[in-house]
């Protein structure tokens, strides 16, 4: 059977998408930026981004790492780079943006000192398939390090009567398995990583709370997912499209409600290929 290896396609392409993007690097950098602080790369490093979107990590990476002398960013959707270039394209040569496969990058074995992953691995099926191809182009010593979501890691109220547990149990799941992706992919990450050989396998998660978050970050991923998703998600779980928005509102109106408390927990897993 041949696997659509880009089942998001339509999403991707979104406008909701790009909004997406700014929200969470708005939501997440300042506490992701600081385990970059790990690895230590040399002087002239090579930094590859793979699922780049519109390269809002990308540049952020290039900033993060003044001494690298190349920040390469690929990503299969146009509609993104197009995005990335026009917001970003000052920033060549240094930092670049290319459509490409994360599947079967155009590079050679061992080209990069650090390979980053971000939101990608959820989206496609035959994740332990992507991440070899990461190891590949990863030089012996260099690290990969993957933000890898799981969506039995959100945790938010009831309110006025509807329970937004159940959006990812009853109509993610069954729209990331009509894809065959994982939507529990986070957890699974790190013993991937270590079955390819990485060394020095850890999990660190980014607690992206109603306490440490702006409140406006965060409702606007979650209005960006709902306007981008709640038709696909009603089509793959038999729900009524109203039923899946009326569950996104209420995330949303937690998040907007000062006095209510809600968290997101964002695996991030991190290796280094064996030397």
């Known amino acids: 059977m041949q696997v659509d290896r880009n089942p998001q396609a339509v999403q991707m392409a979104d406008e909701s998408m790009v909004r997406t ?32 979107g519109t390269g809002e990590a990308t540049v952020r990476l290039a900033d993060r790492f003044p001494g690298a002398a190349a920040v390469v960013g690929v990503d299969l ?3 993104l780079l197009n995005v990335a270039r026009r917001d970003h394209g000052a920033r060549a040569p240094r930092v670049t943006f290319e ?12 080209d990069f000192d650090l ?47 509807v329970d937004p547990d159940l959006l990812w149990h009853r109509a993610v ?12 992919i986070g957890r699974r990450t790190l013993p991937i990583l270590r079955a390819l050989g990485f060394e ?3 999990i660190r998660y980014l607690t992206l709370d109603t306490d440490s978050v702006p409140r406006a970050s965060l409702a606007g991923i979650f209005t960006a997912w709902r306007d ?27 998040v907007n409600d000062p006095a209510a408390y809600g968290v997101w927990q964002l695996p991030v897993v991190a290796g280094r290929r064996a030397t």
């Open 115 to 161: 390979v980053v992953c971000r939101h990608v691995t959820q989206l496609l099926p035959e994740p332990e398939k992507l991440l070899a191809e990461l190891q590949r182009v990863l030089r012996p010593g260099g690290w990969l390090h993957v933000v890898s979501e799981d969506y039995g890691m959100l945790h938010f109220p009831r309110r006025d009567g």
């Open 173 to 184: 799941v069954p729209f990331t398995d009509s894809q065959h992706t994982d939507a529990r």
């Open 99 to 110: 459509q490409g496969d994360g599947f079967a990058l155009r590079f050679a074995d061992g």
């Open 200 to 202: 020095h396998v850890n």
């Open 21 to 52: 993007l700014r929200h969470q690097i708005e939501a997440i950098w300042p506490q992701e930026s600081a385990l970059y602080g790990r690895y230590a790369l040399p002087a002239g490093a090579r930094i590859l981004d793979v699922g780049c």
């Open 228 to 254: 981008g998703y709640v038709d696909g998600l009603a089509a793959a779980s038999g729900l009524e499209p109203r039923a899946v928005r009326a569950m996104f509102d209420a995330i949303i109106a937690t």
């Open 77 to 79: 959707m146009p509609e």
